[in-house]
């Protein structure tokens, strides 16, 4: 069992419990440690810590804190001592130092993983995950200051002019950012319909804007005002504020966050940079290599709907896959009844969203409100979707069947997602289980799917001695920072272990992009 203290001293005890200080030097400290078959908490910290005084490794054997991820995703916190109440039934007291519960917890959790089927999940994807993170953290993210700097005052100019329209039409200035002051505007002074009164004023929530909007320009003006003050103080003064002296930010990647599987970004979320609108996509300018390199960007293409037409063995949907088809387009042609060539790009948008939608496990009414349709129309969509793929109905059934009976779903590398909801007599609780019973087998398969492939891709780029590093993930997303020599070397790298990391009934396909800065190359 391998602990650092607050200090960075290593602490270590063996299997019969004897603790030892490390003392020695740095230098064989590597080699005692590649030697030692180690359990540790938290492996990547403890890698970027013995990285920072010199000590590369990154072999430990097993990491009680993935283990207990992988054993229950969704009980939330993975703090130490919360570990040790939960699978050892006993508190972590001041007295005894907190090394000693590694071994106990590394055997029963080990125990729980052989019994799940969920052993291979530890070793061969969770743990050389940390180490590939681990880099990912210390090479960070190289951002241009200067482009940060105008892109916030263009934010600032547009939300000033917006300032002064909203004045206008309000006949008066007030506080836009203050929620009482915009509802009396709105609902007193300016008679709007709609407004619901709560204990502190009118609420000037986004959904009820929303429905004011296509009649009022000031509410429109107000909505994009909301954007633009955001976009500034999340992403212009946000990411400026946290540049290292590298010139680089560094995100924390988490792997034990998300109750699907997915990593995901923190301080800063590189992983929630603005994708709907332009002006929000406009960051990923600011975001660049450094000299002599390019920014290699590569995802999969509609993974879920691919791990749905796989897991769900549906025929027709396999079928135009291979064939390479549209299937948006394909999926309108069904449901609205429409030749294939014939199908309008409304009726396309349309079939998209049921598409995702169903993948989501949605209903007539999340339908009928993304596409503002009525639920009875949009109950028609959903049925005439699942004729199209009738496999897909019901195995969407029998993932809430299995999640009913054994309390948990799967993924199809047995992942599992624990789901409790499922037996609450709360319909609201019921209904929110089932729809986690459909979607996380989907996309936990897609989770599992993209580390493997980050694996695979740094697993390569260290074999192969190249200067190119992998520098973000995002969701389906892979991005490397690329030696400009490397660029074939790399492309082809991202496109063989990419779609090979794992073996569908339909091809796993990449877009891959190449630029000078993020915007450019997504």
């Known amino acids: 069992g391998l602990w650092m203290d607050a200090q960075g001293q290593l602490l270590f005890c063996d299997e019969e419990q004897h603790l030892y200080r490390y003392t020695g030097e740095p230098g064989t400290l590597s080699g005692f440690l590649s030697r030692a078959k180690t359990v540790a ?13 010199g000590v590369r490794w990154r072999s430990c054997h097993f990491d009680v804190m993935l283990a207990a991820y992988v054993d229950n995703a969704g009980q939330g916190s993975f703090e130490f001592e919360g570990l040790v109440l939960t699978y050892l039934g006993i508190s972590a007291g001041v007295d005894v130092p907190h090394i000693a519960y590694l071994l106990p917890l590394y055997r029963r959790l080990a125990e729980r993983l052989r019994e799940s089927g969920q052993e291979k999940l530890l070793y061969e994807i969770e743990m050389p995950l940390a180490g590939v993170l681990c880099d990912m953290e210390r090479a960070g993210f190289c951002v241009d200051r200067t482009a940060i700097r105008q892109y916030g005052d263009v934010l600032n100019g547009m939300a000033a002019s917006l300032e002064e329209r909203i004045y206008t039409l309000a006949g008066g200035e007030f506080n836009i950012n203050s929620p009482k002051q915009l509802g009396v505007i709105l609902f007193e002074k300016m008679g709007m319909k709609g407004g619901k009164k709560t204990k502190t004023g009118y609420s000037t929530s986004a959904d009820i804007l929303e429905k004011l909007a296509g009649d009022q320009p000031i509410v429109r003006d107000i909505l994009e005002y909301r954007q633009l003050t955001k976009l500034k103080s999340t992403y212009a003064d946000g990411l400026s504020a946290v540049i290292e002296p590298d010139g680089r930010i560094h995100s924390t990647f988490n792997q034990t966050i998300t109750a699907t599987g997915r990593i995901s970004s923190t301080e800063p979320n590189l992983q929630n940079i603005p994708v709907r609108m332009e002006l929000g996509r406009l960051i990923r300018k600011v975001f660049v290599p450094e000299e002599g390199f390019v920014f290699l960007d590569a995802d999969y293409s509609q993974i879920e709907l691919r791990v749905l037409a796989h897991m769900s063995g549906d025929e027709t949907l396999i079928q135009a896959y291979r064939e390479a088809q549209d299937i948006h387009r394909l999926t309108a042609s069904q449901v609205f009844h ?14 998209k969203a049921v598409n995702f939608g169903i993948v989501y496990g949605i209903s007539s009414f999340g339908l009928s409100q993304d596409l503002s349709i009525t639920r009875k129309e949009a109950a028609e969509y959903i049925e005439k979707y699942f004729e199209t793929y009738p496999k897909i109905k019901s195995f969407l059934d029998g993932l809430v069947a299995e999640g009913k009976e054994k309390g948990y779903v799967t993924t199809m590398f047995g992942r599992r997602r624990p789901i409790p909801e499922l037996k609450s007599g709360n319909f609201m609780q019921r209904s929110f289980g089932e729809r986690v019973a459909m979607n996380s087998p989907i996309q936990g398969t897609a989770a599992d799917i993209i580390k493997i492939a980050m694996n695979r891709v740094y697993r390569r780029l260290k074999d192969e001695n190249l200067k190119s590093r992998l520098v973000l993930q995002v969701h389906d997303e892979l991005l490397i920072e690329t030696c400009k020599e490397e660029i074939p070397q790399v492309s082809a790298i991202l496109e063989e272990e990419m779609k090979g990391a794992a073996k569908l009934s339909v091809e796993l396909e990449v877009d891959m992009h190449q630029g000078n800065n993020w915007y450019e190359a997504k």
């Not at 908490?41 to 005084?53: F, M």
């Not at 429409?338 to 079939?351: C, I, K, M, W, Y």
């Open 41 to 53: 908490y938290d492996c990547k910290t403890v890698y970027g810590r013995l990285e920072e005084s």
């Open 338 to 351: 429409v030749p294939f060539e014939e199908v309008t790009s409304l009726q396309r948008r349309n079939a």
